[in-house]
């Protein structure tokens, strides 16, 4: 379907509500809520809206009508502090000039005419309801910008989704994530409904349906989230319909973006899998706090199953290939972990609804006995946001820590993370690079840039805690980022 309009007119409406007073008009105004006007849409070259009555007047005639302003009498007029001032500015309605409007109408009973008009307008809408007996009226003040092209031009009757580009953007929740559709320019007055599934079958039209919204800075659409359908395990696909009204006002609803695989986000390796660590038991009295956040879509009202294991690292070699930033350093820690006995090693289901999806376990007693920690020594964290037979994605990650113990303290431990300013390597134990003889001992360097995963950023929520003038006060702080 084409429509033929003489000039490619785009109006945008501004609405100015102006505060009304019947002090000192020569028509009286009505303050009580009568009468109701619309916003305005562009339909040829006339402008429609509606003007209205409320439903507790009946037996009235509604009219209106348009008197033009020039930019000076409009910008004159808004700068006005009272209506006092405004009324002495505006015209009275000309009875003559009065159009009537089919009151039974809900919307577009009426219409502006801008048939060569171009650039900025200004104008009062008046409006009128009467009885014969009870007249009330009310006005509004709007500008607009109209621009016009020469000759006639066809408007298109749907939408081009050829060139659309799909990617997705990540939200500072880290679980949130949106769709964003570019390289596709909306046409004024059209809806866009999407709908996502597992591609077995066309979801029907409805318009109880998402909308995409239209950012005309970056020109792109955006969906809203849809982590609940990225966390899925089956491959997902959008839908995109377009919704408008045809000149004879028949509702046409069409899909112009058929079944459309969503690449989900690429998966994350590693210490690049954990959004926030903590496993911690400040002192005695205090409750532990253990924290294990990850940075994967996440619906905030789902709750996975969540495997953790944390077990003493015995072997030095890997030990140092991490030190050193070995390619396989982590790989090989992650096998360790899987054949290792652990310390922990428990599925739960995740209870976190911070920044991140995960668990967060607060109890009188810590995962494991601290007896079972010693001071100094590395331990690995391996967690697994398991798929539970493919109904959702697999997330499998794998760090390490090193524990400080509290010598104050018989029951109290720290594991500091792997990438936080804590996080220290024995300082007998420098990196060796190649084959060269080890260095004398020398200032650990955390920050050395090397290839491998980058460290999550950091995420806590600090109970009020007695602050221990030792190593191991907080024991969780901002991760350093690392070069892949």
């Known amino acids: 379907m084409k429509k033929k309009i003489l000039t490619g007119i785009v109006l945008c409406f501004m609405i100015i509500f102006i505060a009304l007073s019947t002090s000192a008009y ?15 849409t562009l339909k040829g070259t006339k402008a ?42 505006i015209d009275d309605p000309v009875d003559e000039d009065w159009q009537t409007v089919d009151a039974t109408k809900e919307i577009d009973n009426a219409e502006l005419d801008f048939t060569g008009k171009t650039g900025d307008v200004y104008f009062v809408l008046w409006a009128k309801a009467t009885n014969g007996t009870n007249t009330y009226y009310r006005y509004q003040i709007y500008t607009s910008t109209i621009t016009a092209t020469s000759g006639e031009t066809e408007a298109p009757s749907k939408t081009d989704f050829s060139k659309k580009v799909i990617s997705l953007e990540q939200g500072q929740d880290v679980r949130n994530y949106k769709l964003k ?3 596709v320019t909306p046409i004024e007055g059209h809806t866009y409904y999407y709908a996502i599934g597992d591609g077995t079958s066309i979801p029907e039209f409805s318009t109880s349906l998402e909308q995409l919204s239209y950012d005309k800075d970056k020109k792109v659409f955006y969906s809203k989230d849809i982590s609940k359908y990225l966390e899925l395990g089956k491959k997902q696909y959008i839908y995109v319909y377009e919704s408008y009204l045809n000149e004879d006002s028949t509702a046409v609803n069409e899909l112009v973006l058929p079944k459309t695989e969503i690449e989900k986000p690429t998966q994350k390796k590693y210490t690049d899998v954990f959004y926030a660590t903590m496993i911690s038991k400040l002192t005695d009295s205090a409750n532990s706090r253990t924290q294990i956040l990850f940075n994967t879509p996440w619906d905030k009202n789902t709750i996975r199953k969540v495997h953790i294991k944390v077990g003493k690292i015995d072997d030095q070699a890997i030990l140092k290939d991490i030190q050193n930033k070995k390619e396989t350093a982590f790989e090989d820690l992650l096998k360790y972990a899987k054949k290792t006995d652990g310390l922990y090693d428990k ?50 990650g794998i760090t390490l820590a090193r524990a400080t113990k509290l010598t104050s303290q018989t029951n109290s431990f720290s594991l500091f993370f792997y990438g936080s300013e804590d996080f220290t390597w024995d300082k007998e134990e420098e990196p060796v690079k190649n084959n060269q003889a080890k260095e004398e001992p020398k200032k650990d360097d955390t920050t050395i840039k090397g290839k491998l995963p980058q460290t999550g950023v950091s995420y806590i929520i600090i109970s009020a805690i007695v602050v221990i003038a030792v190593v191991g006060t907080i024991s969780y702080k901002k991760y350093k980022k690392y070069t892949v």
Do not use: C, W
């Open 26 to 40: 020569t028509v009286e105004v009505d303050t009580h809520g009568n009468i109701t006007m619309s916003s305005f």
């Open 48 to 89: 429609t809206g509606t003007v209205k009555t409320v439903s507790t007047l009946t037996g009235y005639t509604v009219s209106y009508q348009k008197i033009d302003l020039t930019k000076a009498e409009y910008d004159e007029i808004i700068a006005k502090t009272s209506e006092a001032e405004r009324k002495t500015l």
């Open 181 to 183: 559709i570019s390289g």
């Open 347 to 396: 599925t739960l289901n995740s209870n976190s609804t911070g920044a991140a999806g995960g668990v967060l376990i607060e109890e009188r007693d810590p995962l494991f006995a601290a007896n079972k920690v010693q001071d100094g020594s590395y331990y690995f964290l391996y967690a697994v946001v398991e798929g539970e037979d493919g109904k959702y994605v697999e997330t499998e």
